[in-house]
Nanobody, 114 residues
Framework: QGQFVESGGGLVQPGGSLRLSCVASRNFFSIHTMGWYRQAPGKQRELVAHIIAGGMTNYIDAVKGRFIISRDNAKKMVYLEMNSLNAEDTAVYYC????????WGQGTLVTVSS
């Protein structure tokens, strides 16, 4: 099994919400900056949000105010709460460290469509 296992994706209507989860098997999880990345069809993978060990977060402009990244170090989990979803958010979402390890999980597909 890989180092990251993502879940929580699905089909949602525009304006809807989803919560993604990722469990990491990496040792010393609590010291790593963790990120959520996404890859839309025909596009390169991009970092959407990240959270440092101390909890400070950062987002790309396209999701700022709509997405919230959080982490639970005891459970080695990282979450992405996504609100007000639109078609441009359709993508496969992955979690990884930042910078990313060369050990990507399978991701979880988010499809925003009416």
């Amino acid at each position: 099994q890989g180092q990251f296992v993502e879940s929580g994706g699905g089909l949602v209507q525009p304006g809807g919400s989803l919560r993604l989860s990722c469990v990491a098997s990496r040792n010393f999880f609590s010291i790593h900056t963790m990120g959520w990345y996404r890859q839309a069809p025909g596009k390169q993978r991009e970092l959407v949000a990240h959270i440092i060990a101390g909890g400070m977060t950062n987002y790309i402009d396209a999701v700022k105010g709509r997405f919230i990244i959080s982490r639970d170090n005891a459970k080695k989990m990282v979450y992405l709460e996504m609100n007000s979803l639109n078609a441009e958010d359709t993508a496969v979402y992955y979690c990884n460290t930042k910078p990313a390890l060369d050990a990507w999980g399978q991701g979880t597909l988010v499809t925003v469509s009416s």
